[in-house]
């Protein structure tokens, strides 16, 4: 099999999928109150104490403008935990992916296996962000459900660019430089705190470039009631990202793992 | 008929080939084992002939469908236990075989059916709710060989499958592994223990170095490759006496301080030592280990 060959791929992923559903489904709660614990905090802060100071803001209350960019923050960061550290937790410390391509699965299913289910913790993760920004009557419905695809593409987009950075990595230290100097500084770039409009026209050209940029560019007028202008652009990228980054990852995966 | 064939096999990582031309023949119902020091290349032919890797050249038919091409079809007849524990540690015993089974793609009434006789066999009936952490090295062992049975397969690979265990374990397992071979299973393992192979093998084939250097029944290796006897001397003035054994039997052989001499007629040799009280000595009959040090050397091998 040529490396550079598209993913082989079967109805096998689905019982990887099924084994990371087992294990979370006893880990549930705390797993989803770990994942709001963080943005929520972040939104009641910023939200409440940074929007008091800024009062009315692009025609609506600081922190509902905060939320929406926090639901595709809170995505990106459950897809990425999962593709990153718990996935190379079973790829490299417990060698679960060592176990299950002795039987009739490819390493390719396996890795759509993880794929999938990094997506799905980011829908159970922007999921109930969505539901308290619902509460606080931020989101316009049904407009709100519109928003869950667009999570799960978040999510794909994300869990493929994790599930190649964990394909490079020879610890858990490797993630650091991922996190700090990927995906934090794209959190700063993407529009969540501030619009991109008010940085430099070059910024401005990078930050289009981004995943999270055009996920918060089709959430936050999804919650206002509103489609965004070239909502199809946007979700275009966000399946780029997701397809290209999918298919690096398997090569990458392949070139650690078949030799 | 035979199960699995391999023609030719080579396998290099950059420039180092570390299988250079192996051609195997497994027979059903036969337990074959592959012999050899760390680094032999036991565990890439292995990973070759389950298709999980891509051979550099050669052939590969495993349970009548060539690999890699039709891997996947061969390895849902084939059970495979790794030289590294790889069970679940977040599931119990039981969850571990029902998750286990799903990559075959069997209903669950099917596995549910079967996972009482899987406890029974790896000697676990009542551990069923035990996480796998409170297990021991030995029940890990045999709940992994129970594992590589969930799809009933009709080969079973098992790469250095007591590794570890102390020998209360390792004879459970063995006592296991013929169980299954009296059941018809066909059994191909890796190992480097002379006792296993001893044991367990109808035939071995022992491999160095990329390549298979022999091949037989252990019987008839021994036969084949080595003096029946041997006798072991050390001590005190050992290496002059050896100067004098030279003259009394085919063949010696030094490692560290001991004098292997390994000879048909013993006579000449015990009567040499007769008179050297500051001498000791050792006379048994040549194993497999004598085979397998003469083929493969007494070099250290990390």
Redo the contacts between chains.
Sequence with gaps: MNRYAPPNLSLRWIPVWRRNALVWQRLAIPSILGNLADPLIMLFGLGYGLGAMIGNFQGTTYFAWLAAGFVATSSMYAATFESLYSAFSRMHVQRTWDAIVNAPVTLDDVLAGEYAWAATKSLAAGGCMLIVVSLFGYAKFPWVFAALPVIVLIGLAFAALGLAINALAHGYDFFSYYMTLVLTPMMMLSGVFFPVDRMPEVVQLGAKALPLYHGVAIIRPLLAGEIAPGAWVHVAVLALYAVAGFYLATVLTRRRLLK | MNVLSAKGLRKS?DDNEVVRGVDLEVAKGECFGLLGPNGAGKTTTLRLC?G???PGAGEIELLGEPV?ARA??A??KVG?V?Q?D??????TVT?NLL??S????LPAHAIQARIPGLLEFAGLSGRGDSRINTLSGGMKRRLTLARALV?DPQLLFMDEPTTGLDPQARHLIWERLRRLAQEGKTLVLTTHFMEEAERLCNRLAIMDKGLIIAQGSPRALVAEHIEPQVVEVHGAGHEAWAEKARSLCPRVEFAGDTVFCYATDVKPILESLAGQSELLYMHRAASLEDVFLKLTGRDLRD
């Design positions: 990582y389950l999980l890797t891509e890699p996947r079809e390895r849902a495979v790794p590294f790889n069970l679940d540690p977040d599931f969850e998750v286990y799903r990559y075959f793609g799809n």
